[in-house]
Structure formats: C-alpha cells, structure tokens
C-alpha cells in the first residue's frame, strides 16, 4: 500500500506494480493511473512511502485499491492509524511493519500508467523482524503479494542469489 498526500490528508492506494529499480542509491519505482488521485497527490509532492502489508491487513488492502481517497478517507473507513514519517510530509501505516520512505527524482509517463522512479530516503521496520543478527528476516512478516489478480502470502525460503550455481 502506498500512502501520498500531505500528512493533515493523506491517501492510501493499494498498487500491484511497485519494486527495487537500483539498489545503489536504493530506489523504489511504482506505477500509478493518471486518472487515480493518487497519481495527482504523488506528482504534487514529490514523495510517497510504501508500506508493506501483512495478511492480516489482506482486506484492507484490497479496499484501498477498489474506492477512491476522492470520495472516502481510506484511513478512517479502514481503521488504520496513520503516523507521521521521518523524511516526508505523509503519513505511514502503522499497521506495517515495513514502511519505506521515497523522494521522487523522475516522472515517466506510459500510456497506462506513470511510473516514479523515487530514492528511498528513510526506512521504518518492525523490530519484531530482525534476528538475533540485527538483519531483517522479512519470513517472519507473513507479507502479501498481488499478482494475477489475486492476493498471495508470501515467506517460504525457496533460494538465496547463486545458489544454483554452487555445487
């Protein structure tokens, strides 16, 4: 879920096309209709945050991607607590144990869709999923991922980079 506007009224849209673009500077890209409000609030302030959902928040997530913030406050139907972020004027959800802040540095429009490309300029994690290491073990988190029109859970290890090149 990404949350856009400024902090006093922020929006949450629900986006399937979002993900890692560079990872030195990081930076996110996501990719919104022009005709959603959020493409509107997103191009006004330059800055966005994405908030990864759990399965427990499935729900909610699909309602913030079927009404529009231009006729409910997706906040205050859902019962999610916004809280202010660290690097941006928007609001983060709570609910998320992982949220990502972004500076947008470049518009492209598609056709379809716009995509931002954003530098990550702040990062929020539930320390619930850290290790023993301090690392970020995001198995713990129990996130959801949408792909085919349908909404998955997501955690079970299948690989690590290069491992199909080890013996």
């Known amino acids: ?4 506007g400024p902090f006093q009224k922020p929006n949450i849209v629900t986006l399937a096309w979002a993900g890692t673009v560079s990872s030195d500077p990081p930076m996110i890209g ?13 191009k006004q302030q330059l800055e966005f945050a994405v908030n990864l959902p759990t399965v427990d928040l499935v729900r909610v997530t699909d309602y913030c991607g079927t009404v529009s913030g231009r006729k409910v406050d997706k906040f205050a139907a859902t019962g ?10 928007t609001a983060l959800i709570d ?14 429009p598609l056709g379809s869709h716009d995509l931002f490309l954003a530098k990550v300029v702040a990062v929020q994690v539930d ?8 690392d970020l073990d995001l198995s713990r988190a129990e996130l ?7 909404y998955w859970s997501l955690g079970r290890l299948l690989g690590t980079h290069g491992f199909s090149s080890k013996s």
């Open 95 to 108: 609910e998320c144990p992982v949220n990502i802040e972004c500076k947008v540095t470049q518009i492209v």
């Open 30 to 42: 996501i990719s919104i209709r022009p005709s959603r409000l959020s493409c509107d609030l997103v």
């Open 144 to 150: 959801v991922a949408y792909s085919g029109a349908r």
């Open 127 to 134: 320390e619930t999923l850290l290790n023993e290491q301090g």
């Open 80 to 89: 999610l607590t916004a809280v202010r972020a660290q690097a941006i004027d």
């Open 1 to 4: 879920m990404v949350t856009c």
